[in-house]
Nanobody, 128 residues
């Protein structure tokens, strides 16, 4: 039984930082994709960043603009999203996802429909 639990969200001012955590249980694959996605009110779910658990290769959405970093702690079976220089446009519910398979090159896609397991989300609110 796979369970993903996000934490670390909150309300911050623009320019500040947050670190989101995703603790995974019942999911022990060492060669699958995990990622962070977000959804603002009235908007679709969009990919933010992904990581290949087999090689820690990462992939980011263009709108991150070098501000976010996804990382992995295998010992804790946890994936993180370090968010810096936050902007009001980053305000959304952030979801952790797992279960997608990487492309041949080891790239994990940012397409939400490719992921099989989802957490309940953690809210990030950025004020100007």
């Amino acid at each position: 039984q796979v369970q993903l639990v996000e934490s670390g969200g909150g309300s911050v001012q623009a320019g500040r930082s947050l670190r989101l955590s995703c603790a995974a249980s019942g999911y022990t694959s060492s060669s699958d994709c995990m990622g962070w996605f977000r959804q603002a009110p009235g908007q679709g779910r969009e990919g933010v960043a992904t990581i290949y658990t087999g090689g820690r290769s990462t992939y980011y959405a263009d709108f991150v603009k070098g501000r976010f970093t996804i990382s992995q702690d295998n010992a804790k079976n946890t994936v993180y999203l370090q968010m810096s220089s936050l902007e009001p446009e980053d305000t959304a519910m952030y979801y952790c996802a797992a279960g997608a398979r990487p492309l041949v090159a080891g790239i994990c896609v940012l397409n939400a429909y490719e992921y099989n397991y989802w957490g309940q989300g953690t809210q990030v609110t950025v004020s100007s």
